[in-house]
Each structure stands twice: as C-alpha cells, then as structure tokens.
C-alpha cells in the first residue's frame, strides 16, 4: 500500500537507512523520490529523496530498468554535491560487472564522461563524490583507453594536494585497477 505525500516526507526526513525495507521500498512512489531530489529549493529534502533512492535502487535492482536514464540525466545536471553522492553511486553500479541488463548509449556516456571530469576540476568536491566518479572514469576505461592516462594523472594529484584516509584507499586502489586494464 502506498503512503501518502505528507507521510513520505515525514518518514524520508526522519528515519534511517536501517529502517528501509521491502515495505519502505513497496509504500513509497519512487517517481516522487526521484522529482524530489531534484529540486532545488529544500537541500535537505533532496539530499535525502537521492539517499533513499540510492538506497532503494541498491536492494532492488530491477528499479534501474525504468529510471536508468533518470539516474544519468540527474547525475550530469545536478550541482548538489550530496545528490551527487548517491547517483553517482547509481552511475557506479549501472557501469559495473554486476549490471548486466542496462546499456548506456552514446549520448549518456559522453555526458557522464564529461560531468565526471568537471566534477574532479571542482576544488570544492568532497571526497565521497570525488572517489566515486574515479571509479566511474576507470569503468569507462574498458571501453576508452585515453581515460586512464588522464585519470592517472588527476588521482595523483588529489593524492598530493588532499590525501584523506579514503583518497588514499580508493585513489590507490584504483590507480592499480587502470594499470593492470
């Protein structure tokens, strides 16, 4: 049974993660989620609607067949840097050994590319998004071999600058991943 739009807000604003469950994911209206982390005028209502959808999409795949464009569309216009964390954890999984049901065209690679990119140039990106849109840029390195010298060349050099635990981990990581490809 779905709930309404005034008992999704109040339970998107104020439960967990943990909370999420085949019900939670059955009661709400993934379209509403997906339109609500969009929005610009509530930070925290998007930052949360994207949580939630992450979430959702995490433990019910079958979600990414309807909404993959969605997913991309969101993650090359979005400037929110806390939506960004959660798609780009979406972009992550669409690209990785586990999909093997949705395709990405031309068109929306093109743009994850470039807003991935344009996402590590950005001095005030957190590192939650930062290391997810590396390993977005090294699973588009199968298919476009240029990126890994770029990508390289950029992980190296946050690593210099800002070497936080996770940079280290997953800059390190990832860095061994383009070079073994």
Known sequence: ????KEEMLAALLNNSAAGITEHTIES???????????????YRLAFRSAWYVE???????????????????IYCNTSNWSVLRS???LVMWMLSKQNDKITINEDQEECILEKSFNILDASDCPVAVQVNVMDILADLNKKHDW??????????????????????????RILKRISNA
């Open 55 to 73: 979430h959702f999409f995490l433990k019910k795949t079958a979600f990414f067949a309807d909404y993959a464009s969605e997913i991309i569309r």
């Open 147 to 172: 990126i890994a010298n770029e990508l390289r060349l950029r992980i190296e050099l946050a690593l210099e600058k800002d070497a936080t635990p996770a940079l280290k981990s997953r800059g390190n």
């Open 1 to 4: 049974m779905k709930i309404n």
């Open 87 to 89: 798609y780009s954890k």
């Open 28 to 42: 709400f209206s993934v379209p509403q989620l997906i339109e609500w982390s969009e929005q610009t005028a509530d």
